[in-house]
């Protein structure tokens, strides 16, 4: 995922809704996400598009199916999820 996330629009979005619809329906998606590097790549695609297009909204997204049914995980703390959000 993290060649998708990093290729030409609209490439990105469309890794982000997949990655949004895999984060809802499997906690163990969740959790390989998280101890992969794709955080930093979604932190990266929030910073360079704009606030109001789709992939930031999706990324959004993403990191709270990500954090829905955590209070405090160290490996989000690590990567900056937890004082970004």
């Given amino acids: 995922f993290e060649s998708l996330l990093t290729g030409p629009e609209p490439v990105p979005l469309y890794a982000l809704k997949l990655l949004v619809s895999m984060t809802e329906h499997s906690s163990q998606i969740c959790r390989l996400i998280k101890c992969s590097r794709i955080l930093p790549v979604v932190f990266q695609l929030i910073v360079t598009n704009n606030i109001s297009s789709g992939v930031v909204q999706h990324a959004v997204v993403l990191l709270c199916n990500l954090c829905e049914d955590i209070v405090l995980d160290q490996h989000l703390?690590?990567?900056?999820?937890v004082e970004v959000v």
């Fill in 77 to 81: 703390y690590q990567k900056g999820l």
